[in-house]
Each structure stands twice: as C-alpha cells, then as structure tokens.
C-alpha cells in the first residue's frame, strides 16, 4: 500500500459513512452530509440545511504492537539467470485516531435527528473489524497482506482527545463516538509517486496548492 493510503482513507470513510452506516447508495438521495474538516466554531456557523456527521483525525500515531510483528523479508527472483535475494521493507503501520460528531439546525428536531444518526453510524459500522476488500479497491486502495483494520469505541487514545477537542475547537461540547483505523503506510519511496503528481491526480490542478 502506498503513501497517498493515508489521504485514500477518508474517501473510504465517505463510502463506509454513506453507504453502509446510513444505507444511502446514490449521491443524489444524499440529504446528509459528511464532513471532514475541524468541528470549530467556523464549522457551525456555516453548517447548512442538512444534518452533518462531521467525522475528524484528531491523531495520528505510530502502532507499536504490530510494528513489532513485521519485519523485512528476502524474496528470491531470477535475473538474466542468476538467483538472488531482493528485501522487501515491511509497512510502518500507523493508527488514525478519529472522533465522530453528528450536527443538525433544526429547531425542534436537532437531538432526534443527531441521535438516530449516532444509533445509524454504531449498527453499521460496528459490525466491521476490517475495511471489506471491495470498498479498498473501489477506491483504489492496493490491497496486499495487510489489511485495514476499524476498530469502533476501541481506543482509549481516540477517547481521551475527544474530552479535549471540544474546548480546544471553541465549540459546545458534543456526544461523539472514537473510531480508529490502523493502515500500512509503506516506506519504500520506489513505491511512490510524486506528491505533486499525486495532488494533480486528486484535484486536477497544481495550482491549488500555492
């Protein structure tokens, strides 16, 4: 898996969110919307119509224990017919600590509405231990031995940023739900591409960046 998994990722969450959680399978059937950006003060006041579940990286940390269970392996391949060894560099995996909020404007229904999306979001995206192998190459995700595992309400590191964010952000405090997802990042720069070239990809135009 390659460097721009990391960025790949939230177009999963998207899908996972949408798709699976809220059951909505078209974007034109989509009256909810999903945000990434840094629940703040900003955030509320321009929130819309349209209820949010505003899902976002609060860390980002090395995982420790799997880390420790890989270790660089010797492939043998055949060249101009000699035999040799070439060391494959195993992934760095890295934990995503996520915090999930859920925001509604509707003068009456507001907590309805943010509680039966929390009530949505824990059935449907509780019952996974690992992103499913379709969703990662939907969105292009190389999928190898390592898979992407999702763990729900399982991190006490997600939890305990998620008691602080509120007051750092400026903002009221919100029911929120953990959610960390452990990717392997490779090292191996052969693997990669250019950023600019993978910035070009995502948005189309370079010049978004200066």
Known sequence: MDASILQKI?????TLILEEALLIKSAEDASIDVSFSAPDTKFKDTLGNNPVINCYLVNVEENTTMNKSGSPTLTPKLQKDQSF???QIAPKFIDMHYVISFWSKDIKGASEIEHLLMGYIISGLGKFERIPVNILKKHDIEVGSSQVEFTLFGNATGKGLSDHIWQSMGSI???SIALTVTVPVSIDKDRNAPVITEISRIFGNVERIN
Request: aromatic share 0%.
């Open 10 to 14: 939230q177009s999963v969450l998207n």
């Open 85 to 87: 060894h070439v060391i």
């Open 173 to 175: 405090h919100k029911p």
